[in-house]
């Protein structure tokens, strides 16, 4: 049983949590990867999101189930542990986690190439300096982590709104079905885009810090997905419009130069420093909810004690977050943020395939008590977790097409 100085603060409602899952989800992906998918997709880009969202939404309504049921913060390890028992959960636990700390490096060596594009700073020094920050924020406390993320998400919709706003009067003027490689070209970046939408099945490692966590969090996982879609669509679609696909496929900043090539270099710099809160944003968000779910596994008696270790002023699980800081800082040293991409998503599909199989498997073992249930079902048989499931096995396979 938790002591009384070992209770997180439940202070995040509906709002701030899909706050939260919405800046996540729009760091780094969009922002970086649109170039490289543009160049397999070509005017098709839109699509390749579209079949991510797609994916992501069946295995988003398998989150928001799972979660219903269970209240604590370690999200998958529950799912998977009590569908197939401790081994594999603890397994799945530490991919997830590592998952979650080489994607902050990357995205602060991402953070780090815009940032050496505005000022003279070296590149390394730039993705250190990041991370140090975001870690002393997740350490503060999940308030005020969450007051940065409240700014920094509007911010981040302000770039994708004036990328909207540029293509509107171009809409239309270009052939969105126009595919140089077909439909697995599109398939391929759908796998790569994918990492645009990790972020929605970290939201239930935040429970413990959410105000009835059992009906906010299947509904924040569901607005962000919706929200994010809606975005991303509009976006891939508007800048395919302004600056033809190949120009964006060669760009290592591409919405900046899509802007650029509208209102010239001070419309490059504005949408570089929104991708600079973009990417912080989604730093310090990745390093919340795997410090969180550190210190779940560490309650669970999976992970050593001390990680559980909560600080009596701050009321936050120190230990985890310098951990989780401190082997973050370590893998900066590695770059090429779309090979990482595709071992992230690799990694991810294999994880969300068990959790759309523990959704099956836990709706004979646990027949009552969810506040939320997927829709479609065939007497106690989820469907959409089935298809779930196999997109994800599909998605999977191409990820490995593209690391290999």
Request: aromatic share 12%; net charge positive.
């Amino acid at each position: 049983m938790k002591s009384q100085n070992n209770k997180l603060k439940r202070e995040l409602g509906l709002f701030s949590v899909t706050v939260a899952g919405v800046g996540i989800i729009l760091g780094a992906g969009i922002y970086a990867l649109i170039g490289l998918a543009a160049g397999e997709t070509g005017n098709t880009i839109w699509l390749s999101f579209l079949i991510s969202a797609v994916v992501a939404a069946f295995t988003g309504l398998s989150y928001a189930e799972l979660s219903s049921i269970f209240k604590d913060d370690s999200g998958e390890y529950d799912y998977v542990r009590e569908g197939f028992g401790k081994k594999l959960a603890v397994f799945v636990s530490i991919l997830v986690v590592l998952t979650g700390i080489v994607s902050a490096a990357v995205v602060a060596l991402g953070f780090a190439g815009y940032l050496s594009s505005l000022i003279s700073i070296k590149y390394l020094y730039a993705g250190i300096g990041i991370i140090v920050l975001m870690t002393l924020l997740n350490y503060i406390g999940i308030k005020d982590s969450n007051r940065f993320n409240l700014i920094a998400t509007s911010i981040e919709f302000l770039g994708l709104l004036i990328i909207i706003f540029l293509g509107f009067g171009n809409f239309g003027k270009v052939d969105l079905f126009e595919m140089p490689n077909g439909f697995y070209g599109v398939f391929k970046a759908g796998a790569l885009v994918f990492f645009a939408y990790l972020g929605f099945e970290t939201i239930v490692k935040l429970s413990d810090e959410v105000k009835n966590p059992q009906k906010t969090i299947p509904r924040a996982i569901i607005w962000s997905v919706i929200i994010t879609t809606i975005l991303y669509i509009l976006v891939s679609i508007a800048a395919v419009s302004i600056l033809p696909a190949d120009k964006i496929a060669g760009s290592k900043s591409p919405l900046a130069d899509v802007a650029a090539s509208v209102f010239g270099d001070p419309a490059f710099i504005i949408l570089a420093v929104i991708a600079l809160f973009s990417t912080a944003n989604t730093i310090l968000l990745t390093l919340v909810t795997t410090s969180r779910m550190i210190y779940g596994m560490s309650e669970k008696k999976s992970f050593p004690r001390i990680f559980g270790v909560i600080g009596k002023k701050r009321k936050t699980p120190y230990i985890a977050v310098f951990v989780t800081g401190l082997m973050a800082l370590i893998l900066t040293f590695f770059e090429d943020i779309g090979f990482v991409a595709d071992l992230t998503t690799a990694l991810m599909f294999a994880t969300f395939a068990l959790v759309n199989l523990s959704v099956i498997v836990l709706r004979y073992k646990i027949k009552g008590g969810r506040k939320f249930m997927m829709p479609l079902n065939i007497g106690r048989f989820p469907v959409l977790a089935l298809l779930g499931i196999l997109s994800s096995l599909g998605m999977l396979v191409f990820s490995l097409i593209n690391l290999f």
